[in-house]
């Protein structure tokens, strides 16, 4: 199958176009490179089933191209800066919703029937259930990014109703693991690395939440398309379990030997549309027979590992 992988070369895009070239699928990477980066696609590089693409989403001319031929499409290329969407409101509708449409469009041009879409736990905004089905009703969205990607969500409904595409839409929890490089993982790690004695912390350290391993979630992916055939198949991607951000920097400082003073600022929320608590549902892939492989404590120390390995790498480079 030929398969095109957007953000093909950022954190999740990488590691799913790495897993498709084992499955022996042919695998067209697309990026624009504002925020991926190439060497994550070294070990695809090389591969003869691989083709990398520069282009962006919002150029028809680019994604005409990349659409050549392609059976799947695996859409992850989106802005996912939740924190500062308020300084850039227009970039959400852009780089998620927009390049969404445009994709879409592509798809229907060129007869290709069927796309995975990487939404967010944080279309749920805050919700009054815990765990959080797939069936909630929606509240009032609290950040720019969740209501991009609901929005986006709509056109890929909507598309598979009127023009016979089949959708699987993964609404994730924060994805952990190797080429993570954003997040509060990789903040407190830079913190850390600045000053060892001190850690400033966005909120009151109290917020719960729930990681998600990203080889686990290629899991459920690739087992969710070859299983599930409604019209549109909506999934929650997450673990069982939350911790407290304090829980987290526990694990971080203890992996690191460090015992850094902890401030904090921004009281529950650390920032607009932080959500404090995040528990999702996940019955329904479960019920497909996934099941992660790593707890959240486990995909935490799996990516300080990654990300102190890769810090030393890169400046060993330089």
């Given at each position: 199958?030929?398969?095109?992988?957007?953000?093909?070369?950022?954190?999740?895009?990488?590691?799913?176009?790495?897993?498709?070239?084992?499955?022996?699928?042919?695998?067209?990477?697309?990026?624009?490179?504002?925020?991926?980066?190439?060497?994550?696609?070294?070990s695809?590089?090389?591969h003869?089933?691989?083709?990398?693409?520069?282009?962006?989403?919002?150029?028809?001319?680019?994604l005409?191209?990349?659409?050549?031929?392609?059976?799947?499409?695996?859409?992850?290329?989106?802005?996912?800066?939740?924190?500062?969407?308020?300084?850039?409101?227009?970039?959400?509708?852009?780089?998620?919703?927009?390049?969404?449409?445009?994709?879409?469009?592509?798809?229907?041009?060129?007869?290709?029937?069927?796309i995975?879409?990487?939404?967010t736990?944080?279309?749920?905004?805050?919700?009054?259930?815990?765990?959080?089905?797939?069936?909630?009703?929606f509240?009032?969205?609290?950040?720019?990014?969740?209501?991009?990607?609901?929005?986006?969500?709509?056109?890929?409904?909507?598309?598979?109703?009127?023009?016979?595409?089949?959708?699987?839409?993964?609404?994730?929890?924060s994805?952990?693991?190797e080429?993570?490089?954003?997040?509060h993982?990789?903040d407190?790690?830079?913190?850390?690395?600045?000053?060892?004695?001190?850690l400033?912390?966005?909120?009151?350290?109290?917020?719960?939440?729930?990681?998600?391993?990203?080889?686990?979630?290629?899991?459920?992916?690739?087992?969710?398309?070859?299983?599930?055939?409604?019209?549109?198949?909506?999934?929650?991607?997450?673990?069982?379990?939350?911790?407290?951000?304090?829980?987290?920097?526990?694990?971080?400082?203890?992996?690191?030997?460090?015992?850094?003073?902890?401030?904090?600022?921004?009281?529950?929320?650390?920032?607009?549309?932080?959500?404090?608590?995040?528990?999702?549902?996940?019955?329904?892939?479960?019920?497909?027979?996934?099941?992660?492989?790593?707890?959240?404590?486990?995909?935490?120390?799996?990516?300080?590992?990654?990300?102190?390995?890769?810090?030393?790498?890169?400046?060993?480079?330089?």
């Open positions: 199958m030929r398969v095109l992988v957007t953000g093909a070369a950022g954190f999740i895009g990488s590691n799913m176009a790495d897993r498709l070239l084992l499955a022996g699928h042919s695998v067209v990477g697309l990026d624009n490179f504002s925020t991926g980066q190439q060497r994550f696609l070294n695809a590089l090389v003869p089933q691989f083709t990398l693409l520069e282009g962006d989403l919002l150029d028809s001319k680019s005409a191209q990349a659409m050549q031929g392609v059976e799947l499409v695996v859409h992850f290329a989106a802005n996912a800066d939740v924190r500062f969407g308020t300084e850039h409101p227009r970039k959400d509708l852009d780089q998620n919703t927009i390049a969404t449409w445009n994709v879409l469009e592509a798809m229907r041009e060129q007869g290709c029937k069927r995975v879409f990487s939404s736990g944080s279309v749920y905004g805050e919700p009054g259930i815990f765990p959080t089905p797939e069936a909630c009703p509240p009032i969205q609290t950040s720019l990014y969740g209501a991009s990607k609901l929005a986006a969500e709509g056109l890929i409904q909507a598309y598979c109703e009127g023009f016979g595409l089949q959708g699987y839409i993964f609404r994730f929890v994805i952990l693991g080429r993570y490089s954003h997040g993982v990789f407190f790690y830079r913190q850390l690395s600045e000053h060892p004695e001190h400033h912390v966005l909120g009151n350290g109290h917020q719960r939440k729930s990681y998600l391993y990203v080889q686990d979630c290629i899991d459920a992916i690739l087992l969710a398309i070859d299983r599930a055939n409604g019209k549109v198949n909506i999934f929650n991607l997450g673990t069982d379990e939350y911790c407290e951000v304090n829980d987290s920097i526990g694990w971080i400082c203890e992996h690191l030997g460090l015992h850094p003073k902890l401030t904090y600022s921004g009281g529950e929320r650390g920032w607009i549309g932080d959500s404090p608590f995040i528990l999702l549902d996940c019955s329904r892939i479960r019920a497909l027979g996934w099941q992660p492989r790593l707890t959240i404590r486990q995909a935490v120390l799996a990516t300080i590992k990654f990300v102190s390995a890769d810090a030393a790498t890169v400046k060993a480079q330089r």
